[in-house]
Structures are given as structure tokens and as C-alpha cells.
């Protein structure tokens, strides 16, 4: 089977991607990677090059979730159909909304991992402005024109449907990995890791309270202190920190605390349902909005070592669950129910 996956390498869709096609290609099964937006620093194409992605391609058009992006939507769609046209995949497995709405000649499953309507009420406490209604209908468009909806947790698959009511077969499959990081001796050591400028991973509360903690904190990702980090410097971090902080506003699923309870790290994370689904009972949770009871946890939490010991092998245990091999094999099933003979009107709609 020939899977064309499309992604970017902005956020965790990037980890998401390559983990798949490494779990995928153990299968027979070849991915084609469509990137838009930024371009792959040189470290990710060396990933990719290391990678059992099959062939990629890059486009700079702006990412569905980009203010003023729906121009680009169309030129995203026309450019996949060209890839159709000349790779001849089996399926479009396309991890954003937009280019759905194109009609194609093979299944279309799209995979939410975020949405900008379901951001703005999270973080901004309100719905987004009518300068996203363009987003909207697009969104709403291309989930009508899907054959299968995933998302990696039942609360953001809960929100596409509240949003957008998507009629096609619906299904949560986590996230998983296969080779993270592993545990080192601990350092006294408060990890935060993502994207400072997103106001929903809600970083800068961590650096407000940092000053009011025992501990050092620091902040890998754009905008942090550290800033971008190389794969295996960033597992190395993630090996040494005790804590991993995560006061987030909004995180569908959250690959960096995955690979922060891999490695062993107490978790303390934005008391959100996504979070509360993925982790259960092997993380500590606070209120995004509440930088007294950040503090308070993170103050609490360095003072008592046992717990920090006990959280951290919970957390672990937890993380060990999201395997590559188990989101694979899920990932398997859809594709095989979608890539049965064809019915009628996906042919009609093709012909179009």
C-alpha cells in the first residue's frame, strides 16, 4: 500500500509523521510526505533522511491555521491532486482539514490534531472573531468531503464534532512512540518544552513562577531559553529533569509530556480534559489560569523527593501504554476498511 500523508515541520505533527511511517513501513506500507509551510531546517531533513519516509515534498504555502490562509487552501488541494496524479497512492492520509474538500480519486482520512475555532475558546475563553469564518466553512467543508475522521483523543474528537459536524466514520487513535527517551540520573531540574509564542501551551506562566521555585527552570523550544534543540539533545534533557512542566491551555493530545513521562519525569500539567484522558491518575494537574497554584504544585512537589520518584515511575508506566506499534496497527485497521473497493459515489465524486 502507498500512503500520501501531508504534514509540516512546525509542530508535533512533524513527530507524528515520521513515527507513523516508521511504524507503517515495518508493515509494507510506503509513505509519501507533502510538507507545507516553513520549510525543514537542516537537522529535520536529516531526519528525514534517516527516516523510512519513502520520498517527501515541500511547498511554502501557509498552514491552514495561519491568519489569512485561505488563499493558499486551493493551491494546497491542486498541488495534491498533482501528487496523486503522478505517485498514485491508495489513500490520502492528510493531518489538517482544508484540502479534504478536493475531490480525489482514492479515500481521504483526515486527522485533526488541533483547530483554531476549538484554540480560540480554550485559550482566548471565547469564540473565534468572524475573521476566522473563512476557517470555518473550510473546516466544515472538507470534514463533509472525508471518508474517516481520527483525532489522538476522544475530548479534541468530541470538539471536532461539536464544532463541525462531521457525518463520516469517526475513531480515537492516540498517539504513540516507539524509540524515546529513556531515564538518567535526575538533576534538580524543572523542564518545559514547545512553542513560548503559543498561547495555549501557556509557557510563559512556567517563566513567571520560575523565579518563586528552589529549582532552575528552563524552556527548549522557539522563544524559550534554549531555544530549538537538536533531537538528541532535547532527549537528554528529558532523561535528566526530575519535573516536566506543561501548564497548558490547550493541548489535544501533547507529544512532549509523552516523551517526558518516557523518560521518567513527575508531570505537571494544565488541567485540561485531554490531559486528564491521556494521563489519568500518573500526573499532577492545575488550572492554566492559576500561576499561585503552579507554584504552589512545583514548590510542593521539589520538596518531597519520594513523590517525585513515585510520580515519575507512574508517569512511565503510563507513557509505556502509547506505543508506535499500537497507534500503527490502528492506523492499519482504518486504511484497510477504507481502501476496499471503492463504492459508487466516492467514484462519482471523483469524476466531478
Not at 493531518?95 to 483526515?110: D, E, F, R, T
Not at 467543508?141 to 469517526?170: F, H, I, K
Not at 485531554?274 to 492559576?290: I, K, M, N, Q, T
Request: contains cysteine; aromatic residues 6%.
Amino acid at each position: 500500500m502507498k500512503v500520501l500523508m501531508t504534514g509540516d515541520a512546525v509542530g508535533g505533527v512533524w513527530t507524528y509523521a515520521l513515527e507513523l511511517a516508521e511504524g507503517l513501513a515495518e508493515h509494507d506500507v510506503e509513505v509519501l510526505l507533502a510538507l507545507v509551510g516553513p520549510p525543514p531546517s537542516r537537522e529535520q531533513r536529516h531526519e528525514l533522511a534517516r527516516s523510512s519516509v519513502a520520498g517527501w515534498a515541500h511547498r511554502g504555502f501557509a498552514l491552514e491555521w495561519m491568519a489569512d490562509a485561505d488563499a493558499d487552501l486551493d493551491r494546497t488541494a491542486w498541488w495534491l491532486l498533482e501528487l496523486c496524479d503522478s505517485a498514485r497512492p491508495d489513500l490520502l492520509h492528510l493531518n489538517g482539514y482544508g484540502a479534504a474538500a478536493a475531490p480525489a480519486p482514492v479515500p481521504k482520512l483526515v486527522v485533526g490534531h488541533s483547530c483554531v475555532l476549538s484554540w480560540h475558546e480554550a485559550v482566548r475563553g471565547r469564540p473565534a472573531g468572524s475573521e476566522w469564518s473563512w476557517y470555518e466553512r473550510a473546516v466544515t467543508r472538507g470534514l463533509a468531503r472525508a471518508d474517516a475522521v481520527v483525532a489522538p483523543t476522544a475530548a479534541m474528537l468530541a470538539e471536532l464534532v461539536r464544532l463541525y459536524s462531521p457525518r463520516c466514520p469517526r475513531e480515537v487513535i492516540p498517539n504513540g512512540i516507539g524509540r524515546g527517551p529513556r531515564p538518567l540520573p535526575k538533576d534538580d531540574l524543572v523542564l518545559g518544552v514547545g512553542r513560548v509564542w503559543d498561547e495555549g501551551k501557556n509557557l510563559e506562566a512556567l517563566r513567571r513562577v520560575a523565579p518563586e521555585l528552589p529549582w532552575p527552570v528552563v524552556v527548549a523550544g522557539p522563544g524559550g531559553e534554549l531555544g530549538r534543540v537538536a533531537p538528541q539533545q532535547l532527549a537528554e534533557l528529558y532523561g535528566r529533569a526530575a519535573i516536566f512542566a506543561a501548564p497548558a491551555r490547550y493541548e489535544p493530545f501533547g507529544l512532549s509530556a509523552l516523551e517526558a513521562g518516557l523518560a521518567g519525569c513527575a508531570l505537571v500539567l494544565g488541567d485540561v480534559a485531554s490531559l486528564r484522558e491521556v494521563w489519568g491518575h500518573a500526573a499532577l494537574f492545575v488550572h492554566p489560569g492559576d500561576d499561585e497554584a503552579l507554584a504552589a504544585t512545583l514548590r510542593a512537589l521539589i520538596g518531597d523527593p519520594d513523590r517525585i520518584e513515585a510520580l515519575g515511575a507512574a508517569a512511565r508506566a503510563r507513557a509505556s501504554s502509547y506505543t508506535r506499534e499500537r497507534m500503527t496497527a490502528a492506523y492499519l485497521d482504518v486504511y484497510e476498511r477504507l481502501t476496499k473497493p471503492a463504492a459508487p459515489e466516492r467514484l462519482l465524486e471523483a469524476a466531478r
